[in-house]
């Protein structure tokens, strides 16, 4: 089965400076992957996905994520935190015939200015 | 926003009640999820239906059920409530395959809480 693991439950950079949240996945066929970002009390946005086409993928707001099938690794990075950046980020799987995300546990990134 | 809207935002109910949540997908999209966000389960997918016919399901329990009408709007019932059933319950929607890899698009989630 399909699951997902983030590294990392909490991340805490300074402003200005990169971001790194790391995410390993585990499937038996080629996955898609996601990364969603959840700010406090409001619902999940698509930073950017993975489907088998380019293994770097860019997103929203200055991210991208690099898809390596050696590592089984999808880390989402930003060469530049800002402040907006604070929330939480959940990396997702789904994969062959399954339409379910399956989610991470989440890492909670604080941003000090 | 991402165009997928839920009602209510809120919910607070009593243990053994039983409780509708509504979502309205994006406009021309059939595949509608749902997810249930807690603290100790984290994000978990429990349902799937796609132009009005289930197809796929996750770790629903049989308390809880859910059905898709003609206009594509969905409803996710959970009755004899627990305690443990508080938690953040997102609706998504995708487009017109409702196959691996489709954006899902999320919408703001119902809070419920069971006292």
């Known amino acids: 089965a399909q699951s997902v693991t983030q590294l990392d439950s909490h991340v805490s950079v300074s402003e200005g400076t990169p971001v790194l949240l790391r995410c390993n996945y585990s499937?038996?066929?080629?996955?898609?992957l996601f990364w969603y970002v959840q700010h406090p009390n409001k619902g999940l946005q698509l930073l950017l996905k993975?489907?088998?086409?380019?293994?770097l993928v860019k997103g929203i707001n200055g991210f991208e994520a690099e898809f390596k099938k050696s590592e089984t690794s999808f880390h989402l990075t930003k060469p530049s935190a800002h402040m907006s950046d604070a929330a939480e980020y959940f990396c997702?799987?789904?994969?062959?015939?399954?339409?379910?995300?399956?989610f991470g546990q989440g890492t909670r990134l604080t941003i000090n200015p | 926003d991402s165009g997928v809207t839920q009602t209510p935002k809120h919910l607070i109910t009593a243990t053994g009640q039983r409780v509708t949540l509504r979502c309205s997908p994006r406009?021309?999209?059939?595949?509608v999820y749902w997810y249930q966000q807690s603290l100790d389960q984290g994000l978990q997918f429990l349902i799937q239906?796609?132009?009005?016919?289930?197809?796929a399901k996750g770790n629903i329990l049989e308390r809880f059920s859910a059905q898709q009408f003609p206009d594509l709007h969905s409803e996710l019932n959970l009755s004899s409530l627990e305690l443990g059933d508080s938690a953040l319950y997102f609706c998504?929607?995708?487009?017109?395959?409702?196959?691996?890899?489709?954006?899902?698009?999320f919408g703001p989630g119902t809070r419920l809480l069971v006292l």
């Open positions: 997702a799987v789904s994969v062959g015939g399954a339409q379910k995300l399956v």
């Open positions: 406009s021309g999209d059939l595949s």
């Open positions: 499937s038996s066929y080629s996955p898609s």
């Open positions: 239906y796609y132009n009005g016919e289930e197809r």
């Open positions: 993975y489907t088998s086409a380019a293994t």
């Open positions: 998504a929607s995708s487009g017109r395959s409702g196959g691996a890899g489709e954006t899902q698009y």
